[in-house]
């Protein structure tokens, strides 16, 4: 198959080994991925900020790179973009009267995967050690996304996931299904009460005596990271594709 | 212009985008795959979950049980319709009263009887929900409502699954008076206690054959 | 596009502001540890109960497809509705008035009173008396209104605001409810201890005089059924029951969104509404009235259709389906924003993510701080999947951002530090090739982080990041770079 990779924003700019895992993994199972060069940004930020016609061009320079034959299906590294991608752009095109950017937005949307949703769903992974060859050696635990886990439905995907990673550990995570208080810019805009979401966030992974919390969205594992690297807590954070790219030959290091 | 102008008025210019009004899909389960018994059986389950007495009997036990439920009373009250057979073992230390249309008994005289006894027109299983409906055989509202114990006749007949199987048998313009268990609330911690200001005693005669 | 709407309520909203903004009134909340404790305690527990009641039930999804789609079949077509169940409730000997506003409902509501001789009213718990200062407002006109809901009761006696809709005393624990009986209840056993049923034993005795003689009632409606004029009233303690049976007059006041098309409605919004509010199976007492009955209950009977604001909301085609809201309560009993902050931040008579839009949406965001109520969520969607009506609130809310956000535009010359961040955002992800460029500054943020790779301070608006999280040095080269460098090139 051929897979284009968006990579999105905060991947490319702060997380590039996120991505090469991405494609590193794909590549294993023999598929072909390609990077849309004109790619850039989802866009949930302005939107989910209220800058709508600021959002305009972003969700317009998406839809322009990502409307091709040029691949069968794409895959982000992300349940939050790619829940913007297949939700949110078709709504700001409906909101600014552009009943054509939403028809061709619709059409991208759903050729866009979350990655646990493209390996498990499309490519029908179910043991990673076995079809993918990952290891980790590591006892981690594991937060659910808002987005991916209500917007995209992926259930317990990642989860099941990482549960098949070789000689991995996976401890489960109090209150797990609760915010970690990212939520972009909310985390500016009402800075207390996205902190008093983090601590309760933080002390529980700390409470599951994991080494590292891995998640599907690299924003919230920034967010939870920058939190338990303030406290100076042990656990890292780390992106469940980089775990799965993780092999015996070439184990990732906390 | 009139208030009631204004406000349609308002509602008019607000919907002047004609949004479509859907077509509801009713996809919900409107009919029961229980058998007598697990219907009983669930009716009980859900009653006695929420703290009511529930005894299932014949109808001929029907005057022994009322006796035996309204052993610490000092009176009672029935609605007029009432099968006075249903009575016909209660001892002669019980003061009876009948609330008939033309001879109410007032608020205060409700409030210093101890017990009420009614038939009901509907129940639901699957929420433990009982429906009273100011036929004759149970009364004004009040009367259900005002004494601290309430005995409830539920005929097996009367007792549905489901929600949408009570709604034929409704008739939805007479006073109604849906009871799930004695009076409860969930105020202080969002924790369920029973006994506030409606009957703090709820006894249910679930009758067979009836 | 919101359309130009005119019909702004002229007269007093009530309460239906927040008076300072969100962060800071949550700022406070924040720092009230027992308030915390409280509300942490009791929305952890109605979690777990409504996951329960819900999971009992197969067609769960199927109900919520039908109450929104019941909800909104009401809303398109709300004029006819509101006609029909007037000419029904009408024809069955009860009188309808109509009210544009809050100070319109009050004074509808007072003259009523005051025809019947009376000076005191018993009422029960009502979501639009709260909202149009019902009470207040007839305290001033010597009318003395006694709520007999065990919460609003507490919240009455402890001189409080409500804080939640369903349960407005829910920032209170058992002790401190005990504490305020024993210091406000003129009759109260002083050995009173903090057990919940004791609690309500004396609260039931408190009241019961009251409801035995009281000559008027005022209530909400959780419904009315047009086809029939049948109106319904779901509560649990029984002081509904009293209020609503026992005294000659009863005056309901009802927003205008509450009507229901058709009598089967009610088989759905009765399986939705008790699991989604108090997590049973079914809320003890539900009553339902249509019009007099000759010789039963209340024999002169009055409705209140209420639209302050309402139609508004309903002008919003993005915002409307928030009129679809059956306040159940299930979207603040999940939202890890309202059980951090408590109800009082939200200022509103209603609090939580509904409150978060459905306030700004009645007043218009630019009334007072309610524009930065539809901040005041990390949008993580718990309340939409908790609603048992579907209400897409995480959309509603970054559609009245994008409506702050518009109504600021022309006001301020300079721009904000947002505006110019936003701006600049706009230029470098619409393309990219910006990115590219832009990208090439990473080295200088690995600069800025120093040898422990962490940036700990940020000035500005992204100060508020900082406050409790550090952010990583960037990598020397970008994704993008990287692939340039290694597939493009070989
Ligand atoms: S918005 Fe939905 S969940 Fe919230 S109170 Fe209304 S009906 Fe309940």
């Known amino acids: ?81 790619v829940a913007s991608v297949k939700h949110q752009h078709a709504f700001l095109a409906d909101r600014l009267g552009k009943p054509e950017l939403k028809e061709r937005a619709t059409a991208v949307g759903k050729r866009t995967y979350e990655l646990s949703q493209l390996l498990v769903d499309v490519l029908g992974i179910t043991n990673a050690a076995e079809q993918l060859g990952s290891y980790f050696p590591e006892t981690i635990t594991y937060h659910p996304s808002c987005h991916g886990m209500r917007l995209l439905k992926l259930g317990d995907r990642q989860l099941d996931l990482l549960k098949t990673v070789g000689g991995i550990t996976v401890n489960e995570l109090p209150e797990a299904d609760q915010c970690c208080g990212f939520g972009g810019t909310f985390s500016i805009k009402n800075p207390d009460v996205s902190s008093a979401m983090l601590d309760d966030k ?15 969205d690299a924003s919230c594992l920034m967010h939870i990271g920058g939190g338990l690297s303030r406290t100076g807590a042990k656990p890292k954070t780390l992106h469940l594709a980089d775990i799965l790219a993780s092999t015996m030959e070439e184990t990732v290091a906390l | ?104 008994r007032s608020v205060a005289e409700l409030d210093a009887i101890s017990a009420v006894v009614t038939s009901s027109a509907v129940s639901i299983a699957e929420s433990g929900t009982i429906i009273l409906d100011g036929e004759p055989d149970q009364g004004r509202r009040a009367i259900s409502l005002v004494p601290d114990h309430h005995v409830c006749i539920v005929p097996v007949s009367t007792v549905v699954q489901l929600l949408p199987e009570a709604m034929p048998r409704l008739t939805i313009t007479r006073p109604l008076t849906w009871i799930s268990g004695p009076s409860a609330t969930s105020d202080i911690e969002l924790e369920r206690v029973e006994g506030v200001h409606g009957p703090r005693t709820l006894d249910v005669l679930l009758v067979r054959g009836m | ?25 949550a700022h406070r909340e924040l720092g009230n540890t027992q308030m915390r404790k409280n509300l942490r305690h009791a929305t952890h527990t109605i979690r777990d109960k409504r996951l329960r009641v819900v999971g009992e039930l197969p067609d769960w999804e199927q109900l919520r497809d039908a109450g929104s789609a019941i909800k909104n079949s009401a809303m398109f077509n709300l004029e006819e509705r509101l006609l029909e169940f007037e000419k029904n409730f009408t024809a069955r000997g009860g009188v309808v008035h109509w009210a544009r506003d809050a100070d319109e409902a009050n004074t509808i509501v007072r003259d009523l009173i005051r025809e019947t001789g009376s000076t005191e009213v018993v009422k029960v718990k009502s979501m639009a008396t709260q909202e149009i200062g019902l009470n207040e407002y007839l305290e001033t006109q010597g009318i003395e209104a006694f709520e007999t809901d065990l919460a609003e009761l507490i ?18 624990n058992r002790t401190e409810v005990r504490d305020i009986f024993l210091k406000e209840m003129p009759d109260v056993d002083p050995a009173l201890t903090d057990e919940p049923a004791k609690l309500a034993e004396a609260a039931r005795k408190h009241l019961r005089a009251k409801f035995l003689s009281a000559k008027v009632a005022i209530s909400g409606a959780n419904f009315a059924l047009a086809d029939t004029g049948t109106l319904g009233v779901v509560e649990s303690e029984g002081n509904g029951r009293m209020c609503l049976t026992l005294p000659e007059t009863l005056i309901t006041v009802m927003g205008i969104e509450k009507v229901l098309p058709h009598t089967d409605d009610i088989e759905v919004m009765m399986q939705l509404l008790p699991r989604s509010s108090t997590g049973e199976r079914m809320n003890p007492y539900t009553s339902m009235w249509t019009g007099v ?30 009129l679809n809201c059956i306040r159940c309560s299930a979207c603040m009993n999940v939202c890890p924003v309202y059980e951090r902050t408590g ?109 422990n790779k962490k940036i700990k301070k940020l000035p500005g608006i992204a100060a508020g990041w900082t406050q409790s999280r550090d952010i990583p040095a960037p990598p020397a080269q970008s994704f993008r770079d990287w692939w340039s460098a290694e597939k493009e090139s070989k």
């Open chain 3, 293 to 322: 009955t000759e010789d039963d209950g209340p024999q002169n009977v009055h409705i209140v259709l209420l639209d302050n604001g309402r139609s508004r909301v309903l002008s919003d085609s993005f915002g409307r389906s928030a």
């Open chain 1, 1 to 81: 198959m051929r897979i284009a990779l968006f990579a999105t924003c905060i991947v490319d700019a702060m997380y590039p080994q996120t991505a090469k895992s991405t494609v590193k993994i794909l590549e294993r199972l023999g598929h072909e991925v390609i990077f849309p060069a004109g790619q850039a940004c989802c866009g949930q930020m302005h939107m989910n900020s209220g800058y709508m016609p600021e959002a305009l061009p972003v969700v317009e320079n998406h839809v322009r790179a990502f409307d091709t034959d040029d691949y069968d299906v794409a895959v982000a590294p992300s349940g939050s973009c």
């Open chain 1, 202 to 216: 933080v002390n529980n992974i700390c409470s599951t005596g994991a080494s590292a919390c891995a998640g599907g």
């Open chain 3, 155 to 172: 919240v009455q006696l402890g001189h409080d605001k409500p804080s939640h809709i369903l349960v407005p005393a829910i920032h209170k």
């Open chain 2, 1 to 104: 212009m009139s208030a009631k102008d204004e406000i349609l008025g308002r509602i008019r210019t607000a919907l002047a985008d004609a949004p479509q009004a859907p077509e509801v899909p009713r996809g919900y389960r409107t009919s029961s795959e229980l058998d007598e018994e697990a219907l009983i059986e669930l009716l009980v389950d859900r009653l006695v979950d929420y703290k009511a007495g529930v005894d299932v009997i014949e109808e001929s036990q029907i005057p022994q049980l009322v006796a035996d439920k309204l052993a610490g009373a000092s009176s009672v009250v029935t609605p007029q319709g009432l099968n006075p057979q249903w009575l016909s073992a209660l001892p002669g230390t019980i003061a009876r009263h009948v609330d008939a249309p033309g001879d109410r």
């Open chain 3, 1 to 25: 596009m919101t359309q130009v709407f005119l019909g702004m309520p002229a007269g007093g909203l009530g309460n239906l502001v927040e008076t300072e903004p969100f962060p800071a009134a």
């Open chain 3, 343 to 451: 109800g009082h931040a939200y200022g509103s008579t209603y609090p939580g993510p509904i409150g978060a839009i459905l306030s700004p949406l009645m007043t218009g965001i630019e009334v007072e701080k309610n524009n930065s109520l539809p901040y005041a969520s990390s949008l993580c969607g718990a309340c939409f999947d908790a609603c048992p009506v579907k209400i897409n609130i995480p959309e509603i809310l970054v559609h009245l951002r994008g409506e702050d956000v518009d109504s600021q535009r022309d006001k301020h010359k300079i721009p904000t530090q947002m505006d110019l961040l936003m701006k600049g955002g706009s230029w470098v992800l619409g393309k990219g090739k910006n990115m590219k460029l832009v990208e090439k500054a990473l080295p200088l943020g690995r600069l800025a982080a120093g040898k």
